[in-house]
């Protein structure tokens, strides 16, 4: 079965700069990947995500990039805010398939 | 539009307790999950359910039971609760392609 992996599990950066969050799956079938956050005490929110039909999607200061034959995909943030501090989860599964894989998180701290 | 509920908000079980925790979603969408989340370990599927009466096995079964009452409510069920059932239990729903689109509160519960 499918298997995500998620680095790292702590970033730390200063308001303004840029974070990159990196994952890695498994199985090559995968085919759809999605990214949530998750504040304190809330469930997550999916904020982007992509199909194996792109290489890269952005919205606003959000991007996700994909490389299918290294099957690893990442979040960038630019512009960092404190309001970015959260977790964020990648996941992947098969397009249609209902088992999504989610990695074990990325705690982000931006600090003001 | 709520979105996706969630009840009880926080549970406390003793060991061998029952117990159902609700969800209900007003988006009329058709597929709805049980995820929990564990320290360290992300989101692990529990069950899920492609549409009203329709119910699948995901990652985590063992030690629950669900029902899909009808198109908007999925509930979960502990028939006698262990130590190992403690967790923040997450219900989503989604429509299409994309699963786990949306994510409840979650409802965290300690089994002592």
């Known amino acids: 079965g499918e298997n995500v992996e998620q680095h790292p599990s702590t970033l730390s950066v200063q308001e303004g700069d840029s974070a990159v969050i990196k994952c890695t799956y498994s199985?090559?079938?995968?085919?759809?990947f999605p990214w949530y956050k998750q504040e304190l005490g809330k469930g997550p929110q999916l904020i982007i995500d992509?199909?194996?039909?792109?290489g890269e999607k952005k919205d606003q200061r959000i991007a996700v990039t994909l490389n299918k034959t290294a099957k690893h995909f990442s979040l960038h943030i630019t512009e960092t805010q404190p309001e970015d501090s959260a977790v964020y989860f990648c996941a992947a599964t098969l397009t249609g398939f209902q088992k999504l894989v989610f990695g074990t998180g990325t705690r982000l701290l931006v600090s003001p | 539009n709520a979105g996706v509920t969630q009840t009880p908000k926080f549970q406390v079980l003793k060991t061998g307790q029952s117990m159902t925790l609700q969800c209900a979603q007003d988006?009329?969408?058709?597929?709805m999950y049980w995820y929990r989340q564990d320290p360290g370990m992300g989101l692990r599927l529990i069950y899920y359910?492609?549409?009203?009466?329709?119910?699948d096995k995901g990652e985590v079964p063992n030690g629950y039971n669900v029902s899909r009452l009808n198109k908007r409510e999925f509930s979960l069920r502990l028939e006698s609760a262990a130590p190992s059932q403690t967790s923040v239990y997450f219900c989503?729903?989604?429509?299409?392609?994309?699963?786990?689109?949306?994510f409840g509160p979650g409802t965290r519960l300690t089994v002592t």
């Open positions: 989503a729903s989604s429509e299409g392609q994309t699963p786990a689109g949306y």
């Open positions: 992509i199909r194996s039909n792109v």
């Open positions: 988006m009329n969408h058709n597929s």
């Open positions: 359910s492609a549409s009203e009466g329709t119910t």
């Open positions: 199985d090559s079938a995968s085919n759809y």
